[in-house]
């Protein structure tokens, strides 16, 4: 059985940036919150070129949960931060999960944690990606898309229609398996062509676990992108997912 607190990321790499993806991703945080409200961290990143958030960068936040009550809802607050909300899906099923995603465009040096929180009442993962060296005034290279569904053993983001040439293409696969199968919702495998990144696995109860993954890739020219699958072992029976695909201007 997992522990109810197992979450893992990638060791962080030295500035400076790479080259590629890589040269974009600044690095990540987790943050497993138990009750109403908890904070993420832009002082530790791990997994990227840097290990603190700074000004000009562009702060992206997932929160999911797995549960069997109602769909709860999300915020994200900062000091001296506005975060807009892209993505926000959910399904009900033999268990539930529920998706959101916000991001902000940081304009000055950012206060050293993200306050996280939910009208819920079951425990929730949150994860803040930072993107650096990005097109600042316009983040965005097309409207972010998300989906969900039952009955699958990996979380399938959906395709996303970039506009310029070089976005920066980022997909996060949320899955949960059926009770009958928590303590296998082992991750497999992440979507082929993309760089792996920040991966989250954790159980609530006896009953409800879920894991959370996210990797990314540069699409060289403006195209209809399907990331692929994100592949978690356990039965297809049950199972929820939801995925969420963004696309980052780098022009």
């Known amino acids: 059985m997992l522990s109810l607190n197992q979450l893992s990321g990638f060791g962080a790499r030295p500035i400076p940036r790479g080259g590629g993806?890589?040269?974009?991703?600044a690095g990540a945080s987790v943050a497993r919150v138990y009750g109403t409200s908890g904070s993420v961290s832009l002082t530790s990143l791990t997994g990227g070129f840097d290990t603190e958030a700074r000004a000009g960068d562009l702060v992206v936040?997932?929160?999911?949960?797995?549960?069997?009550?109602?769909?709860?809802?999300?915020?994200?607050?900062?000091?001296g931060l506005t975060f807009t909300k892209v993505?926000?899906?959910?399904?009900?099923?033999?268990?539930d999960i529920d998706t959101e995603v916000y991001y902000c465009q940081l304009t000055a040096t950012p206060p050293p944690s993200i306050t996280v929180a939910t009208n819920g009442t079951y425990p929730f993962s949150a994860v803040a990606y930072v993107i650096r060296g990005h097109n600042t005034s316009t983040p965005l290279d097309a409207a972010t898309t998300s989906t969900s569904a039952a009955g699958t053993t990996g979380a399938n983001p959906p395709s996303i229609t970039t506009v310029t040439a070089n976005a920066l293409v980022l997909a996060i696969g949320c899955f949960s398996p059926a009770p009958s199968d928590v303590g296998l919702a082992v991750f497999v495998s992440y979507p082929s062509g993309y760089t792996e990144g920040q991966f989250a696995i954790s159980g609530i109860d006896v009953d409800i676990e879920e894991g959370m993954a996210f990797a990314y890739r540069i699409v060289p020219a403006p195209a209809v992108e399907n990331p692929g699958i994100f592949v978690f072992s356990g039965g297809a029976t049950g199972s929820v997912f939801s995925g969420i695909t963004m696309a980052i201007r780098t022009v």
């Open 21 to 25: 993806a890589d040269g974009y991703f």
């Open 61 to 79: 936040v997932a929160m999911t949960t797995s549960h069997n009550g109602v769909a709860p809802s999300y915020t994200c607050t900062a000091t």
């Open 87 to 95: 993505a926000d899906t959910t399904i009900d099923s033999t268990v």
